[in-house]
């Protein structure tokens, strides 16, 4: 418990936060990623969204190409381009690289959610990518008034 | 006064948690900016933030569970507070935080959590409440408690030597708690400036006296020995138990006195802090001291004299932050002990019973809360309260 010098080299946090990852195959794009800071938004409406940061330890990029949950049948990945939310069919994570999914961003969509969202809940991902391996994420729900609030996907910010 | 040479940036602000009774020389040379990223561990065998040299910036919050709010959803809560506290003491943002950047300066950022009756009889059931958590009894001499400052589901103890630090750390905690309680009260102190003293002296309170002094040094096999539970309850294994009492100051009526019934009114050289019976600040008080006429140099109902222990199980760690608002000016006065029953309650009675420094203090707060063991990484804070 004694105070000890910190180097301040938070900006980039990809530390491992324990999340599993449903692909075993050492050569599947899945097993080259990584997953941290993962949350989504806590709702008792019918959509939210959800945020991380996905890094990419391989060679080759890894494409996302979609992702599922137990909350809902529908769950797409989303970006925000000239201050419009639109649905995409893949996210890439570079090789080497990360994805950045934050409100305002890249993000994972979640609608005709039937059940609230509980904050401190936990509720796991999972990343499809395009050679079909896959990856386990679990977000914890929060509480958050920021910038994902508009989904309609036609408003200009 | 004694005056030392100082040591120079980094290493005297490591020196920070060692604490102790020394007394303070003016800093000088030292590096501001070394203060900024030192962190202080959110995980060990006890809670952070207790054994340490005070931080010179305190929130002290204290919470009340919404109706409806389940064992269950306490545990949400407790989970997603533990997150934000790791996360923050690290010097990082919390998930979700729009502001990361002033999560940036973790100036031995400290998280501290405490539970009351409520929040222990929700999780665990009326009957897994001990008998000491709960109102302190009434001193009826001297109590003018108002619920405003008094009581409490869940303390949450948030400090640094930044106070741009402990704002953010308090939003971003407090919106995370939203949806599972209401803010019962919330009480600001500060001690001395960083870097304004050297690590490890004793603060002044605003009545210009030197406070806590007879505190054991943090760290300290007597200061363990005084503060931390073993046995008993599994979740207070290695925790203790924490009062909060804020004590208003009447700094007009005190400005009435002199400097030598100031001094004697508690037993200490306001100068030093040095018994009045000589020596040093770190000195034991010789209570059996007679003037030239016979009479006790400390008083019958000095400060010191009331408050010193009658037996040596009668010990308590103080941690005082003095307070000037609106609402007037005075000290956030908190207690940790092992044994609140054994340790604490004595003391508090004999000071109700005579105190000489009643007359220009009063309690208008009061609560009590169980500080739970520490948390290792992977556990959320009173995790052993769910089991």
């Known amino acids: 418990m004694f105070p000890r010098l910190l180097p301040v080299l938070f900006a980039a946090v990809l530390v491992l936060s324990g999340c599993g990852d449903g692909g075993s195959d050492d050569n599947t794009q899945a097993s080259g990623v990584a997953a941290a800071n993962a949350w989504v938004k806590a709702t008792d409406m019918n959509m939210s969204a959800a945020f991380m940061v996905v890094s990419n330890s391989a060679e ?54 039937t059940e609230a969202i509980d904050p401190g809940q936990e509720v796991t991902f999972t990343l499809e990518f395009d050679d079909g391996s896959t990856f386990d994420v679990t977000a914890t729900a929060k509480d958050f008034a920021g910038g994902a609030e508009d989904y309609e996907g036609t408003e200009e910010h | 006064m004694k005056r030392r040479a100082l040591f120079g940036g980094a290493a005297a602000v490591g020196a920070a948690a060692v604490g102790g009774a020394a007394l303070g020389g003016v800093m000088g040379g030292a590096d501001a900016a070394a203060t900024g990223p030192l962190t202080v561990d959110f995980h060990g065998p006890h809670q952070a933030g207790v054994s340490m040299d005070p931080q010179a910036h305190q929130s002290l919050l204290a919470l009340d569970l919404r109706p409806g ?22 010097g990082r943002a919390p998930l979700a935080d729009q502001e990361p950047e002033l ?126 539970r073993t046995g008993a309850d599994a979740w207070l294994d290695g925790g203790t138990t924490m009062v909060v009492r804020r004590i208003a100051m009447n700094l007009d009526t005190w400005d009435e006195v002199g400097r030598a019934g100031r001094e004697f009114s508690i037993g200490r050289r306001l100068a030093d802090g040095a018994p009045t019976t000589g020596g040093s600040e770190a000195d034991d008080v010789d209570l059996e001291a007679v003037d030239a006429r016979g009479f006790t140099v400390v008083g019958p109902a000095a400060h010191v004299r009331r408050a010193r222990p009658d037996d040596a199980g009668q010990r308590i760690f103080r941690r005082g932050y ?66």
Request: glycine share 10%.
């Open chain 1, 60 to 113: 080759e990029d890894a494409t996302i190409v979609g992702v599922t949950t137990d909350l809902t049948d529908t769950a797409e990945l989303h970006e925000t381009a000239d201050g419009t939310m639109r649905p995409v069919e893949s996210l890439t994570v570079p090789a080497g690289g990360s994805l950045m999914l934050e409100p305002g961003g890249n993000h994972l969509m979640l609608m005709e959610l």
């Open chain 2, 322 to 387: 003095n307070y000037d608002d609106a609402t007037g000016s005075g000290l956030v006065f908190s207690a940790f002990q092992a044994d609140l029953e054994r340790q604490y309650l004595p003391i508090q009675a004999r000071l109700a019973e005579q105190d000489a420094l009643n007359a220009w203090t009063t309690p208008i707060g009061s609560a009590v809360f169980a500080i739970p063991c520490g948390v290792r990484p992977g556990e959320h804070v009173g995790e052993a309260l769910f089991t």
């Open chain 2, 103 to 228: 999560a940036a300066v973790p100036a031995r950022l400290t998280v501290t959590f405490g539970f009351g009756p409520g929040l222990v009889a929700t999780v665990r059931g009326r009957r897994a409440v001990p008998t000491w958590l709960g109102p302190l009894p009434a001193y009826r001499t001297i109590d003018r408690l108002e619920e405003r400052w008094s009581g409490g589901d869940l303390l949450l103890q948030v400090a640094a030597d930044d106070p741009t630090t402990v704002a953010h750390a308090v939003r971003l905690l407090v919106r995370d708690s939203r949806a599972f309680t209401t803010v019962r009260w919330r009480q600001d102190g500060f001690r001395h400036g960083a870097g304004t003293h050297r690590p490890g002296t004793a603060m002044r309170n605003l009545f210009g006296q030197v406070d806590g002094s007879a505190n054991e040094a943090p760290g300290s096999r007597a200061f363990d020995e005084i503060v931390w």
């Open chain 2, 69 to 90: 709010i389940d064992a269950e959803a306490v545990r949400r809560l407790l989970l997603l507070l533990t997150d934000d506290a790791e996360r923050m003491t690290r």
